[in-house]
Every structure is written in C-alpha cells, then in structure tokens.
C-alpha cells in the first residue's frame, strides 16, 4: 500500500511538473498553433486588433468606393462602388455586382500584400482572362487589373476604397 502511495504521488508530481514545463499547456490557440507559449497563425489567418487569428479576408468586408481607368473609356458609374464578401478560402475575396451588373461576381485572393485573380466567368456571364496582379493597401485600399474578354474585350484597373 505504502509502494502504491509512493508511485502515485510521483507520478502526481511528474505530471504537475512536466505539465508547468511546457509553456503551451496552458495556451489555447484558435486557428494558430502554440510555439514557446505563442500562438501562430495559420496560413490564411493573421492576428486580429485583439491578438486573436481570424481569417484574412475578414479584415476586408465591407462596402468599398470604385474608381474605374478602362482602355474602351467606360467609367463604369453603374459600379460606384462594390460590396466584398467572404470567399470560402480564408484569404479569398467575393467582390458582389461587378460593373454594376447584379449577380456578376468577381472572386479575387488576398496574400499579404497581393491580390491576385484567375480566369473565371462570373455569375452574369463576364470572362475575365488572364492572372491579374493588384496590391493591397492596408485594409482601405485595393487596387487590380481586370482583363475582360467577354461580352466585350477591355482591360480595366479599379481601385476600391473603403
């Protein structure tokens, strides 16, 4: 009984002070993992105003201002601005109504400071050609170079602004 006793309170004790020795026993990490007591993020996740990993394209929602250089000359004033919503990637972007055009959908991703599109046609039937390359301001700013190539040919840049 006395052996019983003795082996588990040193296996208590090992516990406790293996337990105290690892600095990420105590850390709960959402979307991150835990490296020295720290949580870091995921790819596609980045830390929040509060210290908390939350899904890149989060930062990005909201109603966004557009500013329309077309080489046909179309200022596209039916899109004064545009609406971003979560994407199903956490870095993915859905960018609603394009040109002003409901249910034409423009999905683009967000990597750092990089936005990038791929070809797609969108919900109205637009063909956007080419990989596109844009830059990131922040979160107020995106900018892009949009290549269409149906119903027409035009390549526009758009800087949206929040």
């Known amino acids: ?4 006793l003795l082996m588990a309170s040193l296996f208590l004790g090992m516990t406790v002070l293996l337990t105290s020795c690892d600095p990420c026993a105590t850390t709960v ?16 996740y980045t830390k929040d105003a509060e210290g908390e990993c939350v899904a890149e ?17 179309a200022q596209h004033s039916g899109s004064p601005q545009n609406v971003f919503d979560a994407g ?29 599109l791929t070809d797609q046609t969108t919900g109205a ?3 956007i050609a080419g990989t596109s390359t844009g830059s990131v301001l922040g979160t107020s700013t995106v900018s892009l170079t949009i290549h269409q190539s149906a119903p027409s040919v035009d ?8």
């Open 1 to 4: 009984m006395k052996n019983l």
């Open 29 to 44: 990490c959402t979307n991150a993992t835990c490296d020295e007591g720290t949580c870091v993020c995921n790819t596609g």
């Open 57 to 73: 394209n989060t930062l990005y929602l909201g109603t966004y201002a557009a500013t329309w250089n077309c080489n046909s000359g």
């Open 88 to 116: 199903t990637d956490p870095q993915e972007l859905v960018v609603r109504d394009l040109y002003g055009v409901v249910g034409n959908d423009l999905t683009i991703k967000i990597v750092g400071d990089n936005v990038t």
């Open 125 to 127: 039937g637009y063909e």
């Open 155 to 162: 390549t526009c840049t758009v800087q949206w602004t929040k």
